[in-house]
Antibody
Framework: EVQLVEAGGGMVQPGGSLRLSCAGS????????MSWVRQAPGKGLEWVAV???????YYSDSVKGRFTISRDSSKNTLDLQMNSLRTDDTALYYCARDISWGQGTLVTVSS | DIQMTQSPSTLSASVGDRVTITCRASRNISSWLAWYQQKPGKAPKVLIYKASNLQSGVPSRFSGSGSGTEFTLTISSLQPDDFATYYC??????FGQGTKLEIK
């Protein structure tokens, strides 16, 4: 059974950094297409970034240049390094493998 | 980037109605499309995967069709539990804007 568990959320000031992690079980993160998705309070679902099994990465325009998606195949984990955080990055962040999602971790950017 | 356009943004319907939500991709995405249902305060729940496959445990009144650039989600007979927001998503990529299904 595919399971995904996110961690690393919290409160950070504007301009700060945060690193999210997602632990996968029941499958190989390194052999999968893995994504981060977020949902700001009261807003719709927003795709953030993807890393393909071959290693290519893609980002939404809203996070390009500030966020970096990566994986550690030895630990079977997916990460999202978030720099230069803004108040509009406040959201519940989910990691996903195709249609399987974790329960999310909350990121709040506020002064 | 492939953009996903979902319509309508709001849909008012009654219990028992048949409703259809449309999702259009800006380029051919074959059948790499999923439909999700989300209720307030809850995580999204997958209804349909690969455009037309019903996820295990999802009632058969839900169905998906389409391929390429045009896709539909149909609910054959609305039940009270179906009033929620629905999203389409190209696998590992963009979502549609969402359709809020409201009680008429």
């Amino acid at each position: 059974e595919v399971q995904l568990v996110e961690a690393g959320g919290g409160m950070v000031q504007p301009g700060g950094s945060l690193r999210l992690s997602c632990a996968g079980s029941g499958f190989s993160v390194g052999n999968s297409y893995m994504s981060w998705v977020r949902q700001a309070p009261g807003k719709g679902l927003e795709w953030v970034a993807v890393i393909y099994s071959g290693g290519a990465t893609y980002y939404s325009d809203s996070v390009k240049g500030r966020f970096t998606i990566s994986r550690d195949s030895s630990k079977n984990t997916l990460d999202l390094q978030m720099n230069s955080l803004r108040t509009d990055d406040t959201a519940l962040y989910y990691c996903a493998r195709d249609i399987s999602w974790g329960q999310g971790t909350l990121v709040t950017v506020s002064s | 980037d492939i953009q996903m356009t979902q319509s309508p943004s709001t849909l008012s319907a009654s219990v028992g109605d048949r409703v259809t939500i449309t999702c259009r991709a800006s380029r051919n995405i074959s059948s790499w499309l999923a439909w999700y249902q989300q209720k307030p305060g809850k995580a999204p729940k997958v209804l349909i995967y690969k455009a037309s496959n019903l996820q295990s445990g999802v009632p058969s009144r839900f169905s998906g069709s389409g391929s390429g650039t045009e896709f539909t989600l149909t609910i054959s007979s609305l039940q009270p539990d179906d009033f929620a927001t629905y999203y389409c998503q190209q696998y590992n990529s963009y979502f549609g804007q969402g359709t809020k299904l409201e009680i008429k």
